[in-house]
Structure formats: structure tokens, C-alpha cells
């Protein structure tokens, strides 16, 4: 699969339990072919692990038997129609477990895989010849490694290589959907890692201003004080509410230079914690999306300067992508803002589904998860259709859309309107959520939920490569709402009252409530292709931008 960064950058300006018989692993009689692969008596296929782009691609080799190779496999939860029930309750204010959140090991022990389920999956890889890591705190991912040979014969596939003529890129993947031993595959949901195909590209270009390195002029675009003052933060942040006792974890699949978030930091005034990285899938020093991390935390660091700030680097692969939201929700890091996506389609259905169970933990946990709703209108996948971005589109995330901004001459809020790029649309995977049902008859989900600046011409001043770049895109939009929740959570704490929580929740009762009009800025204007910005709701900017003060006193008082 193939996923994509958000910014755009303008001019600055119950198993049975497994039994060890001597030495010999349980599985390992398992039988195979002469290509390593399980015979079909003794395996089961896993339905949507096969990558599309496959099917119109040129096959050109076999991958080397000694490569190394990564793999995640997610398994099954339990009982997900009580975790339903739960979610129902935890997210309706009329019920009494209205915010009453699971800890990490209360969701483990209530849906996650069982201890004999983990141990029988573990020792099946170990079988055959797998290095395997423990399962992640929430039971429901198991990282393993091997020979490209180790991982053919323990998921019963080929590996070859392919040539993609339509995106000249060059790649290795699974032949045929993996296959496993039946008592193995019904507690397995899904089998990351037998391909690189997901190589993950921001679509953005930059031009420095004039002086970029701000020596004799101020940099041009939002900086920590307009930001504040346009989105009604600064009271809040004078009365200590500056998200301090929040952590605000960042998804990346790239590493970055603290030197030039240093640099920010130093040019505003700033002091603020210094974020820490947090390797999930092995980490990554790749450095192709560096931009995209400065931008993440510069954000954050300019609307809420107290909030710690967690890095989490995954490799930029299929494996990775599995690893870093199982370590997020295994952590249970109280925000999270994610800039990376795809286009709905392009993530593969048994992939989809293993980064939503993870997703649905997030919310019955209590974490409010942000993602970039993507740059490209309503045609996300770029085909001349509608479609949107995923993980935006998932129901337990809160898509962040993008918008126009306008300022008075002092900075204040004066109007927003939707940016053309912004994300949007009806997915085509998930059904209606029931937080939407009062405002989207189309039975399936619709994104964003909410927006924020995103547009390059009245973007964000960052420092990013040893120069300063103005910068937009929903990537700006995310961590905007994050970095707000962060403040949210600060004065919540101060109040004894609940935190933000699951996003949406919060989000759609208070736009539901007499308080709308002057908790959000509702944008009514503009398009992003197929849809329009209207009043209230709407596909292209959600309930629209918050006015922070008015939102906090809302919920707050």
C-alpha cells in the first residue's frame, strides 16, 4: 500500500492450551511444498492480505532467501460485540459509563487475545525458525523476523519482486493471501510485512523565503502568538492551562532533526519539553519526511507549550504501520495526532481492519486520535472520483479537514473558509457511526469531523532544514486539534473534571448542544470538489474550526 504525508508548503510568506512435547515445537511437523509453502490439507487462506497493486504489476524475480524480513500479525479480539456495547456506553453522555474508560490491561484482559492464544501463535513462529517479540501490552500483536525462506514456509506463500509500470517503483510482495494452519488462522486476523510496497511520500514542495534564516525580517505565516490569538487559546494559556501533565504522541514514519525544532523553539522564546522518541517495528533514521515531524511538533509546541511531546518512529512499511498503532494504544498515550494516509481503497481490507482494532481500543481507552483528512478534495485516490482518506475515514478517529484563515489586524479570528485541498467525502468501508447519525443519512461514515488552517497561503512559519518555510495542509490540522485537546486536558485536570477523551464523542454532543455557534467557527463557504461548506455540517471542513476559549467555557465552565 502506499501511503502519503499531508503537508503542502507554500513561498514563506478460548484455544486449547499448547502442550511441549521434548524439544520439538508443537508445529513443527507442519508439511510444505517444494516451495516452502504449507500443503492445502493442513492450511487456512486469510482473506484481504494480498496486496492490489499485485494484480497489474510485472513480476520479475524471486526474493533472496536469506533477506531479512519483518512481519507483525495481529490477532482476533474477544468478544467485540460486548467491546461494541462498551463504546455505545462510554461514548453517550445519557449513560452512566458515560467517559468511564478502560485502562490498558482491563482492555486486554476483557477483548484482547488470551494468554493461551498468544503463547500457541508464539510458539507456532518460533517453530519455524522466527525470532519473535512478546506480544504487545493489549494481546493483540506479535512481532516477528526471519528469512525471506523462514516467512514463505511459516505463511505458507511466495515472496517475489514486481515492477509497478504505472508508478515506476519497484517492490517485493506475497504471490498468494497467506496461509496458515487452521487451529493458527482463526485466532489471526491479519499478516503484515509480506510486502514494501508501502513506501510512504508527502506530495510537497517548498520555497524558501528571501532570508530564510530570518536574520534581518520576522518570518512570514502563523507563529506561536498568532496562533493563539486567532484560535482564542492565549486566555487559557495565561491561566497555566498550557497543557502541562498531557503527553501528545506524534505518528511518524520518519526520523527528524531536534536542531531545527531547537531552532524554533529558540527564535519565539519558547521552552518546552524536549520531545522524546519512541521506536515502534525497530524505529526508522530515515530522514524523507523530516519536514513533516518539525512541523508535528512545532505546532504542538506553539499552541501548548507545557504538553510533553512523544515521537513515535515506525519503518516505513506495511510491518511498521501495524507496529506503531498497537505500540500507541499498548502505551495508551492520552493524545495522538497522525499526518500520514492513504487513499481508503489502497490499504488492504485485512490491514484496514487490524489498524481499526486498534482504533477501537484507542476510543474504549479514552484517547483522542486526530488524523489529517488529506490534501487532495474529495479525490483522495486521484482517480477523477470521490473518495477519502483512511485512517480519517475510520468512525474512532476524528478527521481534521483544512480551511482558509483570515485574521483581523491584531491577529484575532475574523473568518475561515474551506481550502480547496481539504479532504472529504463519504467512505466507502465503514457505515455510519452513531455519533453522525443526526447529520449523515448516507450510511456510510463521512469525513472530517472538524478542520482547521490549512491552507499554505495562510499557513504555519516553521523551521525545517535549516530554513524557514510556510507550511499548510491537513498535517498542519491535525496536531492544531491535538495540541488544543492538550490545553483542554490541562484545565479539565485543574477542574477535576473528565478529559477530552475519545474526540468524537466530545466533539458532536457539544456541536449537538446550544453552545455550537460560539464553540466552533463554522465554516460556510468553499469547496473541495464534489462538496460544499455549509452551515453546520458539512464533507469538507466537519463542525469546522474551534474558538478555544468559548469551547473550553462550554465544557468546562
Known amino acids: 500500500m502506499k501511503l502519503r504525508l499531508r503537508p503542502v508548503i507554500g513561498l514563506l510568506a478460548a484455544p486449547l492450551p499448547v502442550l511441549a512435547l521434548a524439544a520439538t515445537p508443537v508445529f513443527a511437523?507442519?508439511?510444505a511444498d517444494s516451495t516452502g509453502s504449507l500443503t492445502a490439507a493442513r492450511s487456512t487462506n486469510l482473506r484481504g492480505d494480498l496486496l492490489p497493486a499485485v494484480s497489474h504489476s510485472i513480476r520479475t524475480g524471486k526474493v533472496a532467501a536469506d533477506r531479512r524480513i519483518s512481519v507483525a500479525v495481529s490477532l482476533n479480539q474477544r468478544d467485540t460485540a460486548g467491546l461494541d456495547t462498551f463504546l455505545a456506553q462510554v461514548t453517550d453522555p445519557k449513560s452512566t459509563q458515560y467517559k468511564h474508560y478502560l485502562t490498558v490491561n482491563q482492555f486486554a484482559q476483557r477483548f484482547g487475545a488470551t494468554p493461551a492464544t498468544v503463547a500457541k501463535v508464539t510458539e507456532y513462529l518460533k517453530s519455524q525458525g522466527l525470532t519473535v517479540s512478546p506480544a504487545t501490552a493489549n494481546h493483540l500483536t506479535i512481532e516477528a523476523t526471519g528469512t525471506a525462506a523462514q516467512v514463505e514456509r511459516a505463511f505458507g506463500t511466495s515472496l517475489a519482486t514486481f515492477h509497478d509500470p504505472t508508478t515506476q517503483r519497484d517492490f517485493f510482495a506475497n504471490t498468494t493471501a497467506p496461509a496458515?494452519?487452521?487451529?493458527?488462522?482463526?485466532?489471526?486476523s491479519d499478516v503484515s510485512g509480506l510486502n514494501d510496497f508501502?513506501?510512504?511520500s508527502h506530495h510537497a514542495t517548498a520555497t524558501k523565503q528571501a532570508d530564510p534564516n530570518a536574520v534581518t525580517r520576522a518570518p512570514s505565516g502563523l507563529s506561536p502568538a498568532k496562533a493563539r490569538t486567532a484560535y482564542n487559546v492565549g486566555s487559557a494559556i495565561s491561566a497555566g492551562y498550557t497543557g502541562k501533565g498531557s503527553t501528545?504522541?506524534?505518528l511518524e514514519?520518519?526520523?527528524?532533526?531536534?536542531?531545527n525544532v531547537t531552532a524554533y523553539d529558540k527564535y519565539y522564546s519558547l521552552t518546552p519539553s524536549t520531545p522524546t522518541v519512541v521506536s515502534a517495528g525497530g524505529g526508522t533514521t530515515d530522514l524523507s519526511g523530516e519536514d513533516e515531524v518539525e512541523l508535528d511538533i512545532e505546532v504542538v509546541q506553539a499552541l501548548a507549550p507545557g504538553a510533553a511531546i512523544k515521537v513515535y518512529e515506525a519503518p516505513n512499511s506495511d510491518a511498521g504501520e501495524t507496529a506503531i498503532y498497537a505500540k500507541l494504544v499498548s502505551d495508551n498515550v492520552p493524545i495522538i495526532s497522525i499526518s500520514w494516509g492513504i487513499y481508503e481503497a489502497g490499504e488492504t481490507a485485512s490491514n484496514r481492519t487490524a489498524v481499526d482494532t486498534d482504533l477501537k481500543e484507542a476510543a474504549a481507552q479514552g484517547q483522542s486520535v486526530y488524523a489529517a483528512s488529506g490534501d487532495s478534495g474529495s479525490d483522495d485516490a486521484g482517480n477523477g472520483g470521490t473518495s477519502v482518506d483512511f485512517p480519517a475515514a475510520d468512525p474512532w478517529v476524528t478527521g481534521?479537514?483544512?480551511t482558509t484563515l483570515k485574521t483581523t489586524s491584531t491577529n484575532a479570528w475574523s473568518s475561515e473558509t474551506a481550502w480547496s485541498g481539504s479532504g472529504g467525502g463519504v467512505s466507502s468501508s465503514f457505515a455510519t457511526p452513531s455519533y453522525q447519525s443526526a447529520v449523515n443519512t448516507t450510511g456510510h461514515r463521512t469525513v472530517p469531523d472538524v478542520a482547521a488552517v490549512?491552507?499554505?497561503?495562510?499557513?504555519w512559519a516553521i523551521y525545517t532544514q535549516g530554513a524557514w518555510y510556510t507550511f499548510g495542509g491537513t498535517s498542519a490540522a491535525a496536531p492544531n486539534w491535538a495540541a488544543f485537546t492538550a490545553l483542554y486536558n490541562s484545565e479539565a485536570a485543574a477542574k477535576s473534571k473528565p478529559a477530552f477523551g475519545f474526540a468524537n464523542g466530545t466533539i458532536y454532543n457539544l456541536a449537538a448542544s446550544a453552545s455550537r455557534s460560539t464553540a466552533f467557527h463554522d465554516v460556510t463557504t468553499g469547496s473541495n470538489g464534489a462538496y460544499s461548506a455549509a452551515s453546520g455540517y458539512d464533507k469538507v471542513t466537519g463542525w469546522g474550526s474551534y474558538n478555544g476559549a468559548n469551547f473550553l467555557k462550554a465544557n468546562l465552565g
Open 248 to 250: 501528545v504522541a506524534l
Open 253 to 259: 514514519f520518519s526520523a527528524f532533526k531536534q536542531s
Open 400 to 402: 481534521t479537514g483544512g
Open 29 to 31: 511437523a507442519t508439511p
Open 198 to 200: 508501502a513506501k510512504y
Open 454 to 459: 490549512a491552507d499554505p497561503s495562510t499557513g
Open 180 to 188: 496458515l494452519p487452521a487451529e493458527i488462522a482463526s485466532v489471526v
